[in-house]
């Protein structure tokens, strides 16, 4: 992607995506496919095994690429992965839960 106007941190989680998209849009269309596979949270909203999923892909490359960062996901406690007050990733695993639970195949994941 080279391009002297985009940090290399962006271009880094860029690389990092293109190689698990493929296995997120499995677990993705797993999930859509076993919508009834859903827990119910302390603040009352709905997790899917495909939002842990697409959690655990996501944090166990961006682990790898950005070793010294710390990482807030929507499915864990900031306590549990931070490293780094200094270089801190905030990541949505499964945006559009709702739409999957639903059947509709609308969905992403967000990292920034």
Known sequence: MANDDVPEEIEVLHEQFLHILPVLQMVFARGISHPSDVAIKED???????DLDAEEVILERLLRAFPGASFISEERDL???????????????LDGSDNMLAGIPLVSAMAC
Not at 80 to 86: D, F, I, K, L, Q
């Open 79 to 93: 306590t549990e992965w931070s490293r780094c007050p200094s270089n801190v990733w905030v990541i949505d695993p």
């Open 44 to 50: 009352g909203s709905r997790v899917s095994r495909a």
